[in-house]
């Protein structure tokens, strides 16, 4: 952006045919050229003419861990939460600290402001478009993990009360294909959660997932009931959660995986 102009002293005219004359519009044009096509490519990636990256082109957000034979790899499908918003570090997401306890390696697939049906992008997720959980599913599957651990859909709010049914259908799709991309593997459906108190959509999305996760024989553990996040261990955005409220949700997710 350029300076404020200095109006207690005028420049002197550059003399006729001076160099400065002929260039400057030319490199107002390149500059003003730059700009649209800059602006034109965010827009497609955006998704601003219909058109999205597919998955499978996206750069991981974190280098893959190496498994090795006889590890029991698992990968963790989310959004914000999954990603490690809130974490003073990594290792402190709640996804890591279910990994270490119990002996799986992480593969974590996070990414912050997506849903089974939100994207996000650069504020969210950290790359220039981050697409929906069921975009992600070949994803998932490529992997081929032991273990699948879906979590999250509280960024699907906005569309909750736009659209319900496309919603659910995300949500059932997301399941089935995974379930249909790895037949032996254990499925855990983590159900939503937001730092603020529940409303009707969580609690009917919430039921949704508990409804898909029966239908492919995946474990459901709720994060709503009872709420597993209190106001002490909410982050000072008011959105995420700090150290505590990633172990308090490790914790659930831990005690419900060793039930019996």
Known sequence: MLGPMNPGRARPSP????????????????????VAVAAAA???????????????????????????????????????????WGASEPDRR????????????????GQGGTGFVATSGLGGCGLVYCPTYLERVPDVIAVHPDVVVIAGGQNDLTALA????AVRA?????????????????????????????????????????AAAARVGAEYLSL???????Q??????????????????AERVLAGIRQP
């Not at 736009?162 to 049914?165: C, R, S, V």
């Open 15 to 34: 003399p006729a045919g001076s160099p400065r004359r002929r260039w400057w519009p030319w490199l107002l044009a390149g500059v003003v050229l730059t």
């Open 42 to 84: 965010a827009a497609l990636l955006l998704g601003g003419t219909g058109r999205s990256l597919p998955p499978s082109l996206l750069p991981p957000l974190e280098e893959p861990p190496t498994i090795a034979a006889g590890d029991t790899a698992a990968v963790f499908l989310g959004d914000s939460y999954t990603q490690g």
């Open 94 to 109: 709640w996804s890591a600290l279910v990994a270490h306890d119990a002996g799986w390696v992480e593969v974590n697939q």
């Open 162 to 165: 736009a659209d319900p049914d």
């Open 170 to 210: 995300a949500v059932d799709a997301t399941y089935d294909q995974v379930r249909d991309g790895l037949p032996q593997a254990r499925i855990v459906a983590v159900g939503p959660s937001t730092a603020q108190p529940g409303n009707a959509m969580i609690v009917e999305l919430d039921g949704w997932v508990r």
């Open 224 to 230: 709503i009931d009872p709420p597993v996040i209190d």
């Open 232 to 249: 002490e261990s909410v982050a000072s955005d008011g959105v995420h959660v700090t150290d505590a409220g990633h172990r308090a949700i």
